[in-house]
């Protein structure tokens, strides 16, 4: 599951076992990340309020785009799993997403979510290369300073959760075995499932 030994949901401290008790009761488990972050569950906490804080002004839709694009530049499958499923129950079919996931810019998406996705890749792979051009396109789109701040917020927030479950090596939790064989592969852009 990792390759760091976690602290397991019997007999765990407090701040761990109300970090577990927590996630169960609103995931109805307790994900494999949140196992990873049991030897620090301070900076799950922080890292739990600044994801909050990220995405609290964006549109749901656009957030998970803006962070299915900086996962899958990443190479996290886990984030592209996790954030590809709430695409896919909210927002879009499975073929639909299978499009975005192959290459969103012939999915038949609208030109600001092109532009975003676009935008948060590029924050996701290497912010030195993000110009004032970049900022123009989304904002000639329609977008304000805010939403850009919004969208660079989002995809380094996923940088850093992306980062630290891949190089913990946090497998995707099983609940994604359950996704359609082709999406699950499509979303498995990086670690694998364990055997």
Request: charged letters at 30%; proline letters at 6%.
């Amino acid at each position: 599951m990792t390759f760091i030994e976690t602290v397991p949901e019997g007999g765990a401290p407090e701040p761990v076992a109300r970090l577990y008790e927590t996630d169960r009761d609103t995931e109805g488990r307790v994900p494999n990340y949140t196992r990873a972050f049991s030897l620090h569950p301070e900076l799950y906490e922080a890292w739990r309020g600044l994801n909050k804080a990220a995405k609290q002004n964006m549109d749901p839709r656009r957030y998970e785009l803006a962070t299915l694009a900086a996962a899958r530049r990443r190479r996290s499958s886990y984030c592209a799993l996790a954030h590809g499923s709430v695409l896919a129950s909210k927002f879009m079919s499975d073929e639909q997403l299978l499009d975005v996931v192959a290459d969103h810019r012939r999915a038949g998406l609208d030109e600001v979510d092109v532009a975003v996705m676009d935008f948060a890749e590029k924050v996701a792979g290497d912010p030195t290369l993000v110009n004032q051009e970049d900022v123009h396109r989304l904002c000639a789109l329609g977008l304000s300073d805010r939403d850009v701040f919004d969208v660079v917020a989002a995809a380094s927030v996923r940088c850093f959760f992306s980062t630290m479950l891949d190089a913990l090596g946090v497998e995707p939790d099983s609940r994604f075995e359950e996704l359609d064989p082709p999406l699950r592969r499509a979303l498995t852009v990086g670690r694998p499932f364990a055997e």
